[in-house]
């Protein structure tokens, strides 16, 4: 029996499945890989204004020993995350990944509260 305490938002646009999907990756997410991607959610926003979760991908794979994580659905509550953390804002707006391991998924763009001209 777990004893794991769930924040489920069912004022959300998420459904509660999807919320719960999420809490799951990111609790079964390396730690450290969380730390490293917080910070990189932070340096790929302060460069520029809109990011989306590949900008995120190409900061971590762009540091010499970066951490993994064996899910990468964990990207989704790290992100969240950084708009708790007034870090970035999310828009209704999306776009497709360029990346070809993501085969053309749909992406959130997050609008960077700390970036800086």
């Known amino acids: 029996m777990?004893?794991?305490?769930?924040?489920?938002?069912?004022?959300?646009?998420?459904?509660?499945?999807?919320?719960?999907?999420?809490?799951?990756?990111?609790l079964n997410a390396a730690e450290d890989w969380k730390h490293w991607f917080d910070g990189c959610v932070l340096a790929a926003a302060m460069k520029k204004p809109e990011i989306t979760s590949d900008d995120v991908l190409a900061e971590i794979e762009a540091l010499p020993r970066?951490?993994?994580?064996?899910?990468?659905?964990?990207?989704?509550?790290?992100?969240?995350?950084?708009?708790?953390?007034?870090?970035?804002?999310?828009?209704?707006?999306?776009?497709r990944s360029k990346r070809p391991e993501k085969n053309g998924n749909f992406h959130r763009i997050w609008e960077s509260k700390v970036f800086r001209v």
């Open 66 to 95: 970066h951490p993994s994580t064996h899910n990468l659905a964990a990207i989704g509550p790290a992100m969240i995350r950084a708009a708790k953390m007034q870090i970035i804002r999310g828009t209704d707006r999306t776009v």
């Open 2 to 26: 777990s004893t794991q305490q769930w924040q489920l938002d069912f004022e959300a646009r998420l459904p509660v499945s999807a919320q719960i999907g999420m809490q799951q990756a990111d």
